[in-house]
Nanobody, 122 residues
Framework: QVQLVESGGGLVQAGGSLRLSCAAS????????MGWFRQAPGKEREFVAT????????FYSNSVKGRFTISRDIGLNTGYLQMNRLTPEDTAVYYC???????????????WGQGTQVTVSS
C-alpha cells in the first residue's frame, strides 16, 4: 500500500504559477507510474498528466500541454506538477495517484492522495 500526500495548492491570479508536490510512502514504488488528475465542482475527475517512476516520456492532456510539467524525484519519493500560465479554467482539486502503468483514466491508478485545492482568480 502506498500513501500519498499532496501539497502546494492555493489561490493564484491568472497567469501565475504553482508547483504541486506528491510525497509517497509505504511499499516500494520504483516500478509504479504516477498520474495527476483534477476535479472541478460538478465535473468528473479529469486526467492531467502521467509519467513512469523509472523514466519515460510524460504524457499530458491537451488542456495543459505546454503549460504544465510533471516530474518525479525517485530519491525523495516525491512527484511534482509544475503549473504555469494558469487560467480560471484550471481551478479544481488536484489529486496525485500511483499505479502499475502510466494510464490516462482514474481506473488505471490504485492509490490516491487526498487532493489539494487550486483556485485561479481572473
Amino acid at each position: 500500500q502506498v500513501q500519498l500526500v499532496e501539497s502546494g495548492g492555493g489561490l493564484v491570479q491568472a497567469g501565475g504559477s504553482l508547483r504541486l508536490s506528491c510525497a509517497a510512502s509505504g511499499r516500494a514504488f520504483g516500478s509504479y507510474a504516477m498520474g495527476w488528475f483534477r476535479q472541478a465542482p460538478g465535473k468528473e475527475r479529469e486526467f492531467v498528466a502521467t509519467i513512469t517512476w523509472s523514466g519515460g516520456v510524460p504524457f499530458y492532456s491537451n488542456s495543459v500541454k505546454g503549460r504544465f510539467t510533471i516530474s518525479r524525484d525517485i530519491g525523495l519519493n516525491t512527484g511534482y506538477l509544475q503549473m504555469n500560465r494558469l487560467t480560471p479554467e484550471d481551478t479544481a482539486v488536484y489529486y496525485c495517484a500511483v499505479g502499475p502503468t502510466a494510464g490516462r483514466t482514474p481506473e488505471a491508478f490504485g492509490s490516491w492522495g487526498q487532493g489539494t485545492q487550486v483556485t485561479v482568480s481572473s
